[in-house]
């Protein structure tokens, strides 16, 4: 028996629909039964059979904080893909990315402990590997994390998790850990995830700015994962990442994919130092959550490039290119843009 934890997120759905294709038999965690539907309109893009395959999940109402609904939901489990997480960049969300990020995974590997669970996946985020000072140097598993850098709420909480399950295998727990890119996929479109960058494309956004980052598909990041989980491989971690590409790049090919106006003003240091500000004061004054935060600010300015090569010498593992990932999420995203019109 498989355990899935955020089986209703991007990752996390899309790994159940291949999981339930290899006819595996499935455990999923939820907290919010009105995302299940987004489970189903995922299957829907791949399966006109999607409602038989959604069927064979068992469902568990659990949360990764809450030790007893996690226990229930451990029960006759081999397997395990822990994709649950809290993605915020926002630093008075601290606590709570602590919370479910650390003590959240630090839940879930004592259970695959005391459970003799055979093997753990954790996704976790190329956010938690260290940067060199030099930009077009490539960022490999071995760049070492520095936690004297002016690091990320989310980055520092994942990490954190990695340690707990680092922390697993020194008390005999096999484990991979994977470090995925920005996930391109569809489905998720108001999750404020990844997958609601095609969405803000398709509605505007009138700046790019000129930093670099790594990018993956949904579809490639599941596949690593099963690969990883089948093979002999154990206690290690592997970047995925398909390319790298500046935010202008990524900008410019998801809008001429949505048949949208590309972003045409650079946004600078200047006016970025701004927004970060009157965003705060925004926060400050009416409660709404940040949308742009400082860190957002440094990431969406620096150069950090990302090496693949173990993951493709290990699996013989090739990627899809991010083009045709951009097309065929933005071909998806259009379609339900006109059914729900």
Same mark, same amino acid.
């Given at each position: 028996?498989?355990?899935?934890?955020?089986?209703?997120?991007?990752?996390?759905?899309?790994?159940?629909? @291949?999981?339930?294709?290899?006819?595996?038999?499935? +455990?999923?965690?939820?907290?919010?039964?009105?995302?299940?539907?987004?489970?189903? +309109?995922?299957?829907?893009?791949?399966?006109?059979?999607?409602?038989?395959?959604?069927?064979?999940?068992?469902?568990?109402?659990?949360?990764?904080?809450?030790?007893?609904?996690?226990? !229930?939901?451990?029960?006759?489990?081999?397997?395990?893909?822990? $994709?649950?997480?809290?993605?915020?960049?926002?630093?008075?969300? =601290?606590?709570?990315?602590?919370?479910?990020?650390?003590?959240?995974?630090?839940?879930?590997?004592?259970?695959?402990?005391?459970?003799?669970?055979?093997?753990? $996946?954790?996704?976790?985020?190329?956010?938690?590997?260290?940067?060199?000072?030099?930009?077009?140097?490539?960022?490999?598993?071995?760049?070492?994390?520095?936690?004297?850098?002016?690091?990320?709420?989310?980055?520092?909480?994942? =990490?954190?998790?990695?340690?707990?399950?680092?922390?697993?295998?020194?008390?005999?727990?096999?484990?991979?850990?994977?470090?995925?890119?920005?996930?391109?996929?569809?489905?998720?479109?108001?999750?404020?995830?990844?997958?609601?960058?095609? @969405? @803000?494309?398709?509605?505007?956004?009138? =700046?790019?700015?000129?930093?670099?980052?790594?990018?993956?598909?949904?579809?490639?990041?599941?596949?690593?994962?099963?690969?990883?989980?089948?093979?002999?491989?154990?206690?290690?971690?592997? !970047?995925?990442?398909?390319?790298?590409?500046?935010?202008?790049?990524?900008?410019?090919?998801?809008?001429?994919?949505?048949?949208? +106006?590309?972003?045409?003003?650079?946004?600078?240091?200047?006016?970025?130092?701004?927004?970060?500000?009157?965003?705060?004061?925004?926060?400050?004054?009416?409660?709404?959550?940040?949308?742009?935060? @400082?860190?957002?600010?440094?990431?969406?300015?620096?150069?950090?490039?990302?090496?693949?090569?173990?993951?493709?010498?290990?699996?013989?593992?090739?990627?899809?290119?991010?083009?045709?990932?951009?097309?065929?999420?933005?071909?998806?995203?259009?379609?339900?843009?006109?059914?729900?019109?």
């Amino acid at each position: 028996m498989i355990l899935v934890t955020g089986g209703t997120g991007l990752v996390g759905s899309h790994l159940l629909y @291949k999981l339930l294709k290899n006819n595996e038999k499935v +455990k999923a965690i939820y907290r919010r039964e009105h995302k299940l539907e987004l489970v189903k +309109k995922v299957f829907a893009y791949y399966s006109a059979d999607f409602e038989s395959l959604y069927q064979k999940i068992e469902w568990i109402n659990a949360d990764i904080t809450d030790v007893p609904s996690l226990q !229930i939901a451990f029960k006759n489990v081999n397997y395990v893909y822990h $994709c649950a997480a809290f993605v915020s960049f926002e630093p008075d969300k =601290y606590h709570q990315l602590r919370k479910i990020n650390i003590e959240g995974t630090a839940n879930v590997v004592n259970l695959c402990i005391s459970h003799q669970v055979k093997k753990l $996946c954790y996704v976790s985020s190329i956010a938690t590997i260290g940067h060199h000072q030099d930009p077009q140097k490539l960022i490999t598993e071995d760049t070492n994390w520095n936690q004297d850098d002016d690091n990320s709420v989310y980055a520092i909480t994942k =990490y954190g998790a990695e340690i707990e399950v680092w922390r697993g295998t020194q008390e005999g727990l096999d484990a991979v850990i994977l470090n995925p890119g920005i996930i391109i996929g569809p489905g998720l479109w108001n999750s404020g995830g990844s997958s609601s960058l095609i @969405k @803000k494309i398709y509605k505007g956004i009138p =700046y790019y700015t000129t930093g670099v980052t790594a990018y993956v598909d949904v579809d490639d990041v599941v596949r690593a994962m099963l690969l990883l989980m089948q093979s002999p491989i154990k206690n290690e971690r592997f !970047i995925v990442i398909s390319e790298n590409l500046s935010f202008k790049e990524f900008q410019h090919q998801t809008a001429l994919a949505l048949g949208v +106006k590309p972003a045409s003003k650079e946004a600078t240091s200047l006016i970025l130092g701004i927004g970060w500000r009157l965003d705060w004061l925004n926060r400050l004054f009416t409660g709404k959550r940040r949308r742009l935060s @400082k860190h957002m600010t440094k990431s969406a300015k620096s150069i950090t490039k990302y090496d693949a090569s173990k993951l493709k010498n290990a699996l013989n593992f090739e990627f899809k290119p991010m083009q045709i990932s951009i097309e065929e999420s933005c071909k998806l995203f259009l379609e339900d843009l006109n059914n729900d019109s």
